[in-house]
């Protein structure tokens, strides 16, 4: 089966501006997750949709971080304006349902680099 | 909140060896627990979770209640499971959020 898709794979910006990151799950995957990855620190969740709704957020910085799943598909995440703090790897997820014992399904992730 | 600590960031043996990665989490309800794996230019995937109580790759993980762990142990590591290892948690009920410890590397030397 075709695994999640990420676009782009690497993006280089300076501080203040913005930019967004697009993600395509799994099909038939109900569930989609964000995840910042600073380097050397583990996957902190950004923000969790369940179809096109959103299950939690309450990690997404939303002065600057904005993310959407209109159609219950696919997803775009949105930093307007970037800080420098914001360089990391975006990694985008996926899972059938939202079950506790569900596993994830990872994209191969977008590095921000912000100067 | 829920928390997983992976109390090491590097750990290097030698080919044949034991390993054991360790977790910790901190959670009064019933977790369900998980390894996940990320190999050299590959993305992130699951090695193996707490219910399947599976073997994967001859690696073995028992979640032990009392001491709130969930340590991820091989008899005999090869220098194909040089990785990062990453502990996971979803708690049983509400939104399930995943919560992920920051990993701990593993380096396998022939």
């Known amino acids: 089966e075709a695994g999640v898709a990420q676009s782009p794979r690497y993006k280089i910006i300076e501080k203040r501006q913005s930019v967004a990151f697009w993600c395509n799950p799994i099909?038939?995957?109900?569930?989609l997750y964000w995840y910042q990855q600073i380097l050397g620190q583990g996957p902190k969740l950004l923000i969790q949709?369940?179809?096109?709704?959103?299950?939690?957020d309450s990690q997404l910085p939303k002065d600057r971080f904005s993310a959407e799943r209109l159609k219950g598909v696919d997803s775009t995440l949105k930093i307007q304006p970037a800080k420098l703090e914001d360089s990391a790897v975006y990694l985008c997820a996926s899972s059938p349902h939202a079950g506790g014992d569900e596993k994830l399904f990872f994209g191969s992730g977008t590095q921000l680099s912000v100067l | 909140a829920q928390r997983v600590t992976q109390p090491e960031k590097l750990l290097s043996v030698f080919k044949g060896a034991p390993v054991e990665l360790k977790c910790n989490y901190s959670?009064?309800?019933?977790?369900?627990l998980f390894w996940y794996v990320q190999y050299s230019r590959q993305r992130l995937q699951l090695l193996l979770r707490h219910i399947s109580r599976e073997s994967i790759k001859g690696f073995t993980a028992d979640l032990n209640k009392g001491e709130t762990s969930f340590h991820l142990k091989k008899p005999f590591a090869q220098e194909e499971d040089s990785a990062m290892y990453y502990c996971?948690?979803?708690?049983?009920?509400?939104?399930?959020?995943?919560?992920f410890g920051r990993g701990t590397s593993l380096i396998v030397h022939p």
């Open positions: 099909s038939g995957h109900a569930t």
């Open positions: 959670y009064s309800g019933s977790p369900e």
């Open positions: 996971a948690l979803r708690i049983a009920g509400g939104s399930y959020i995943p919560t």
């Open positions: 949709f369940q179809n096109n709704g959103v299950v939690d």
